[in-house]
Structures are given as structure tokens and as C-alpha cells.
């Protein structure tokens, strides 16, 4: 965006002395300079993604110069440093309260009896490279001294020690709030950084309070995306979700961050952590990792190590993955690759085991007749004949390396075929005690047959699975399906929900090649259809209940933290003895068996929040919305829903927020009554 700058001499006089000058472009007759605004960040730092080391997710204020010590030694040690990790980066809390005499910043002489400088010699010795933690306010989030005001000086001393890296914050930043005053701040330490001579990596973390990705490509290498993460599902899976439309930001030497990994910190599942870093290496984040290495854990330390992951990460052609589609939470991400390959993620973000397939043309790969396919977890080679598919686990991914190659793909043919096994979706229930049945499936995805394919499928346990067909093929031509059921009996007194099966589909491809064993999954629901007569939907057992604030209540309004804490159900100043008290967004489930015909209920917004709060209230019949409420708000009273639910396996009663946020959005199901038989 061209500056028009009166004053010509003064400014060029200035220009010309200061460090990463911005392009003085045309001179005109009446004194007018025009300008880039910014210089352009061109530190040549960061092609790919930074890798590495930050102490912040696992110890907090807790560092000191033994753990990044032992960080670089356990780099180099454990092979992290060989696949590409070289940051050891210090966060907050290395510092005293105190400036120098000469007004510069001083490390925590007992937490770092060396100095940042002994410290980044001893760390630069292993062959890797130190970061720091500074923050642009006047105090860092943890109440140290700031940068805001200090940036030449600081800046200096930062390279005066040694770094490679600054994270730099924005806590206590005086802001007006403006994005002008952000785009100043933050590039006044990318000037003062620049004017050392020393490169530096630059990361921004404003936490994505002023959209940084559209106007930090010229001021950082990389700029934090969202505020912070935490080591759990939601969290992880809300920061990827934010991320991931943002890819037309990200480059070579500019690259999306949302945030440090907790791969290892013990809050998520290893399948939860898998995930987790297969999307923030399709979405060249940078690596850093957040976890004590000391303790970690021989599965930790693979899932950080996975090469063929992170080449994906470290792809130099450095273009964040693009979702392709995402219905149902089941994702298909797609990543362009520097030698023509494409990756693509099947992320399964539901609480159930998902089919979730798309084809290789649709990932953006020119038409064949046999692409090769590399599955980067399980590091098994196949041939496809274009179509991708997989059954995912709940909240896992399945992620697969396409070659572009014509080549590769005729080389493929020697590898197995892909396979598509899982479990058929079923419509109904099994009840405990007695026997229901579900089915398999295996299709060979492949360009040629598989040969003596056998399937294996087991419950948990105490269950029985027993298969009512054959389990086996011996040549399964391209195309075709190996389909088996199996009488699945959960043991009496089962409680309603969703339980995994789990299995093998185990075969060959060319033969005299080896034999592959691949996961099959899905689950299965246990419930109990409700008795014939009018049921109160709050005495019957939910199949599953999500809510924004607390627990879903049964018979009391929600109160917004513990089960149980709630009002009675009111609206429009009737009270009333039974229902459901809900905080939207919420979701609840029920089990009708296909033996109901309706389902009655008043619906409205509690009293209890003073006339605050907008909501819509639906009902869905096994995926079909049969009765929506319109908005509604606490002024509108009780309001009467029907839903014809004749036939249906599953009803679903949702709440959404109205689409204004969920403040005050109390929802009240009263009186919710399903009719059956
Ligand atoms: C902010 C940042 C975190 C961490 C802390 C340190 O919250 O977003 O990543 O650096 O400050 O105080």
C-alpha cells in the first residue's frame, strides 16, 4: 500500500540510515515520496517451519538453563535432533524483576548461573540453535520486564548472547487496540532485530487478536493464530479448526502458528496426539514441542519422530494444507507437495469411528490408473486405483502420502492393494443380554485382486462376536467387497452407548510378497428401546448428552458448572416438574428402536437469567430435522414443538445459540414426552 511522505531529504536522510530501509520508489517534482509501508521482513530465516523445543506447555515458569541443557543433549541423543528438531527455546519467567544499570535485561542468575550466554554456547556446542521469550508491553505475561520502549536495546543483547529465536508476547501492551498499534509494535522489534546483523526467527504471539495473517507476512516468521492451547481434545481440536482456513497466509519464511505441541503431556489419548501432530504438520505449523523429553515415553517420542510426517511439516514447497471437506466431522485435508506428490488426512473429529474417503482426483492429482500410497503412521505401501478411503477411529487420523508419479504408480503394483474395511453403519442397537447383528466390510481399493483375505473382529471384553458367514476370501477381485456378519451379544447390564469393535482385514497382494494386517474399526451402540405408553424423556436413559455449561440436567434448569446445581424448569413463569435443562450449544440423544411415533414437548428460555439469552430448539429423526422452534427468547414464553418421529432409530434434540453466542442461553425442554407402541 503506497505512503505518500512530504518532507523528501528528511526522509530519505532517515531512510538511508535506518536498517531494513523500505523501497523509496518514485520522486516527484512537488517533493512527494511514495513508500512501501513496511520492509519487507526478508530475513531469509525459517524456509520451512521451525522445529524444536519450548518449555512453556510442560513447566510453565519452571525453567532453567539444566532443563535446556538437557533438552539439547536429549536432541541429540534420542535422534529428535537428526529429524530436523534445533530450537531449544526458553518461554517466560528467565528473568529478574530488575533492568542493568544500563538498562538491559537480566537472566535469573539462579536459574541460569551461566546467562542466557552460556547457556545458547553450550546448546549452540550440541549443533542446535537457543530461543528466548520477551514480550511487547511493558511487562511479559508472567510480570517480567518487557520490551515496549526497549527494542533496540534488547534486541542487542539478545544477540549479543547468542539467540536464534525470539517469541515475542503481547501481554500488558498499553494498546489502543488498534491494529496500527499493533502492526508497530510488533515491527519495531522486527527492526531492531534486523539492525543486529544477527539472524534471528521471528515469532510473533498476539495470540491472532488483530488477524496477524493478514499483515504479519513482512513482520514475523510466523505468528500465533489463536490464544493459548491446552493439553485436551476440545482445545487441540478448536486451535486446528481456527488454523486451518488461514492457508493462503502461509509461505516459505511466514508461517500460521497455532501454538506449541502437547504431544506426550498426558491429557489426550496417543491416537488424540497422532492426530494432533498430523495436522500441524499438514498445516506447516511450526514443530515445537511441549513436553518434559526426559520422561517421555517410548510411543511420545515416536510420534514426534515420524519422519514421514514430518516431511510433510518440513516440505519445502511449504504450502499449508487445504480442507477439502469436513461433513460430519470427517475431514479430508489436502497438502500439495514440492515433487508433485499430494498428502491427504482423513481426520475423524466425531466421538465414533467414521468412514471418510475422497479420491485421489479430488485431491488434486492428475488422472491414472494406479496411484502408489504410502500410510504415514502405520508405514505401509499400497496401490489404489483412486479411491482413498479408511474407516478412522474417533478422533484419529489416517494419513496418507499420494504420489503424483506415473512411475511410482506402476511400481506400486507390486505392493498390496489399499483395502476400505470397516463396520457398516448400523441403523439400530444391540441390547444387552441379547444378540444383535452388525457387518463388515473389506473392498479392494487396489488395481488388482488381494488374495486370501481374512477378516478378525472382537468386542471388549466379556463380550461375545461370532461371525454368521465366511470371514475369508481367497481372491477379491479390484472392486469387490468381502462382506460378513457377525452376531455381536453385550453381556447383561451393559449401559446405554457407543462400544468400539475392533478387528484385522489380513491379505496380500502380488504373491509371494509379504502378507499385510490392516486395523479395522467401528462401534457399536447398546441401548434399550423405551416401553410402549407416554415416557418422560428425562426418566429415560440418553445415549449421549453435550452441553456448553455444566452437565445437561434432568428436571431442573442448567446451572452452569456441577451436575446437579440448576433451578426449577421456568418459563414465562410456569414452572415445571420434568424436563431437560440445557446451556446451548447442546445436543441429546435417545434410543426410539424405530417403535415411537411422536415426540411432544414445550420449549422455551429460563427465567432464571433475567430475560437474557437466544436459542432455536430442533428435533431430528435419525438425521432429518423434524421440528424447529425458530429463535426464540425468554420474552417469547413456552412454546409448543411437535416432531413426527414415527419409524425412527435415533432422535436427536438440539439447541443452538441462536447465532448470537451462548451467553445466557438457559434452554428448557419441559415436559419433553415421547409416545411408543
Ligand atoms: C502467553 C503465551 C504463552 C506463554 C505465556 C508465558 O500466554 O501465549 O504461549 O508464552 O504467555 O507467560
Known amino acids: ?258 501454538d506449541m505441541l502437547e504431544v506426550g503431556n498426558g491429557g489426550m489419548t496417543d491416537t488424540e496426539y497422532r492426530s494432533h501432530f498430523s495436522l500441524w504438520s499438514m498445516m506447516d505449523s511450526p514443530l515445537l514441542i511441549g513436553t518434559d523429553l526426559r520422561k517421555a515415553t517410548p510411543e511420545t517420542l515416536s510420534i514426534l519422530s515420524n519422519k514421514d510426517v514430518i516431511a510433510l511439516d518440513q516440505d519445502r514447497l511449504g504450502k499449508q494444507a487445504t480442507v477439502l471437506s469436513s461433513d460430519g466431522g470427517r475431514y479430508v485435508l489436502t497438502k500439495p507437495l514440492a515433487n508433485g506428490d499430494r498428502a491427504v488426512a482423513l481426520f ?18 492428475a488422472r491414472r490408473g494406479t496411484y502408489a500410497v504410502r500410510d504415514l503412521w502405520s508405514h505401509t505401501a499400497y496401490n489404489s486405483a483412486g479411491t482413498l478411503a479408511a474407516t478412522v477411529p474417533a478422533h484419529g487420523t489416517v494419513l496418507l502420502r499420494v504420489s503424483g508419479s506415473a512411475v511410482a504408480g506402476a511400481a506400486s503394483l507390486l505392493d498390496p492393494p489399499l483395502l476400505d474395511a470397516g463396520l457398516a453403519p448400523a441403523s439400530g442397537a444391540v441390547e444387552p443380554g441379547q444378540g444383535g447383528t452388525v457387518r463388515t466390510y473389506a473392498t479392494d481399493l487396489g488395481v488388482l485382486p488381494a488374495g486370501k483375505v481374512s477378516v478378525a473382529l472382537k468386542g471388549p471384553d466379556g463380550w461375545s462376536v461370532t461371525p454368521q458367514g465366511s470371514t475369508g476370501s481367497a481372491l477379491l477381485a479390484k472392486g469387490r467387497t468381502l462382506s460378513t456378519t457377525w452376531k455381536v451379544t453385550a453381556p447383561a ?30 462401534s457399536v451402540l447398546v441401548a434399550v428401546a423405551p416401553p410402549s405408553g407416554t415416557n418422560e424423556l428425562s426418566d429415560l436413559t440418553w445415549v449421549s448428552a453435550t452441553n456448553d455449561w455444566g452437565p445437561v440436567e434432568k428436571d431442573t434448569s442448567n446451572g452452569e458448572t456441577a451436575a446437579g446445581d440448576g433451578n426449577p424448569l421456568t418459563i414465562g413463569g410456569t414452572v415445571y416438574a420434568k424436563g431437560l435443562g440445557t446451556n446451548a450449544p447442546s445436543a441429546v440423544t435417545y434410543y426410539l428402536g ?33 421440528a424447529d422452534s425458530g429463535v426464540l427468547h425468554n420474552a417469547d414464553g413456552p412454546k409448543q414443538l411437535h416432531a413426527d418421529v414415527a419409524g425412527a432409530q435415533i432422535v436427536r434434540l438440539v439447541v443452538t445459540d441462536g447465532g448470537d453466542g451462548s451467553d445466557s442461553d438457559h434452554a428448557d425442554w419441559a415436559e419433553p414426552r415421547l409416545t411408543c407402541g
Open 1 to 258: 500500500m503506497p505512503r505518500t511522505v512530504r518532507r523528501l531529504l528528511a526522509c530519505v536522510t532517515a531512510g538511508a540510515l535506518w536498517a531494513g530501509v523500505p523501497a523509496l520508489v518514485a520522486v516527484t517534482a512537488d517533493v512527494t515520496v511514495t513508500a512501501t509501508p513496511a520492509a519487507a521482513l526478508d530475513n531469509g530465516l525459517a524456509l520451512t517451519p521451525p522445529m524444536g523445543f519450548n518449555d512453556w506447555n510442560a513447566f510453565g515458569c519452571d525453567v532453567d538453563e539444566q532443563l535446556i541443557k538437557q533438552t539439547a543433549d536429549y536432541f541429540v541423543s534420542s535422534g529428535l535432533k537428526d529429524a530436523g528438531y534445533t530450537y531449544v527455546n526458553i518461554d517466560d519467567c528467565w528473568q529478574t524483576h530488575q533492568r542493568d544499570a544500563q538498562g538491559r535485561l537480566v537472566p535469573d542468575p539462579v536459574k541460569f548461573p551461566d546467562g542466557i550466554k552460556g547457556t545458547a554456547d553450550y546448546v549452540h556446542s550440541k549443533g542446535l540453535k537457543l530461543g528466548i521469550y520477551e514480550d511487547a508491553g511493558t511487562a511479559t505475561c508472567a510480570g517480567y520486564p518487557g520490551s515496549l520502549g526497549h527494542e533496540t536495546t534488547d534486541a542487542q543483547t539478545f544477540a549479543d548472547w547468542g539467540v536464534d529465536y525470539l517469541k515475542y508476547d503481547n501481554c500488558n501492551n498499553n494498546s489502543d487496540g488498534s491494529r496500527e498499534d499493533y502492526v508497530k509494535r510488533y515491527t519495531a522489534m522486527r527492526d531492531a532485530l534486523a539492525a543486529t546483523g544477527r539472524p534471528i526467527v521471528y515469532s510473533l504471539c498476539e495470540w491472532g487478536v488483530q488477524s496477524p495473517w493478514e499483515w504479519a507476512g513482512d513482520v514475523g516468521n510466523s505468528w500465533r493464530t489463536t490464544g493459548d492451547i491446552s493439553d485436551n481434545w476440545s482445545s487441540m481440536l478448536s486451535i486446528a479448526q481456527s488454523n486451518m482456513p488461514l492457508a493462503p497466509a502461509a509461505g516459505p519464511g511466514h508461517w500460521n502458528d497455532p
Open 348 to 365: 475423524n473429529a466425531g466421538d465414533q469411528a467414521q468412514r471418510i474417503s475422497t479420491t485421489a482426483t479430488a485431491a488434486g492429482l
Open 594 to 626: 424405530g417403535g415411537c411415533s411422536a415426540l411432544d414437548s414445550t420449549v422455551g428460555v429460563d427465567d432464571e437469567k433475567d430475560g437474557k439469552g437466544s436459542v432455536e430448539f430442533e428435533i431430528e429423526a435419525d438425521g432429518r430435522q423434524v
Open 493 to 522: 447390564g451393559t449401559g446405554t452407548g457407543y462400544y468400539p469393535l475392533t478387528g484385522t482385514v489380513s491379505y496380500t497382494g502380488v504373491p509371494g510378497r509379504g502378507r499385510v494386517t490392516a486395523p479395522l474399526s467401528g
